[in-house]
């Protein structure tokens, strides 16, 4: 079985451009949440879905957002990247809200 | 609001015993998971505890105390590969699906 799977691998963009980072989640997991970690932190919670809903927020600005779609992939938009963007941004799916979550190999995005 | 405190290094030998302790706050908690994170890839998840006791896979086992907003995780027989990051992370029950994770531990595992 694949496991999760996340693209691209890295991001370069210029600052004020906007980026979409796509999910696909393990076959079967329906919930599928997003992180953000800065080299030398552990990953900071940005969004989480479940059946297609925003089921929890963490403290990101209004220039990040998120969706998924009916095959349980989703996608994590940020607009207006600013320099503090670069990060590498994780997806983790689980089978349903409350159960472990795998990780994918994650988007190392760099703004310049 | 969770907040979530282990060490930020610790060193061991091969073939030994180490423990990583990790100490929580939390508004609401819903089970406490460690994850193994090697520089430049992603978490992989080792172990997940609800209940108050101690949970063991192969060389890896964790303990959680609810009342003492404590956990540990212990690694058995050592090896150079185990040499990673380890993250202590909470699931919050009142923003369900929302895991806090602690800065992480950097184990060094040394010959």
């Known amino acids: 079985d694949a496991g999760v799977t996340q693209s691209p691998t890295h991001l370069i963009k210029t600052r004020g451009q906007q980026v979409t980072l796509r999910c696909s989640p393990i076959s079967g997991h329906k919930s599928v949440s997003w992180y953000q970690q800065v080299l030398g932190q552990g990953p900071q919670f940005i969004f989480q879905y479940y059946e297609k809903e925003e089921r929890g927020r963490g403290n990101f600005p209004d220039r990040f957002s998120a969706r998924q779609f009916p095959n349980y992939s989703s996608e994590l938009n940020v607009n207006a990247l600013l320099l503090g963007d670069s990060a590498l941004y994780l997806c983790a799916s689980s089978f349903v809200r409350d159960t472990e979550a795998f990780f994918g190999q994650g988007t190392r995005l760099t703004v310049v | 609001g969770q907040n979530i405190d282990q060490p930020t290094e610790m060193t061991a030998t091969e073939g030994a015993i180490v423990q990583i302790n990790c100490t929580y706050q939390?508004?609401?908690?819903?089970?406490l998971f460690w994850y193994q994170q090697h520089a430049g890839e992603a978490p992989t998840f080792l172990s997940y505890n609800v209940l108050d006791g101690l949970e063991e896979k192969g060389r890896f086992s964790s303990f959680l105390s609810r009342s003492k907003g404590y956990s540990y995780l212990l690694l058995k027989e050592l090896q150079m590969k185990d040499s990673a990051s380890y993250l202590c992370?909470?699931?919050?029950?009142?923003?369900?699906?929302?895991?806090?994770f602690g800065d992480g531990t950097t184990l060094t595992v040394k010959p």
């Open positions: 939390t508004s609401g908690f819903n089970g």
């Open positions: 992370a909470v699931r919050d029950r009142t923003n369900a699906g929302k895991s806090t």
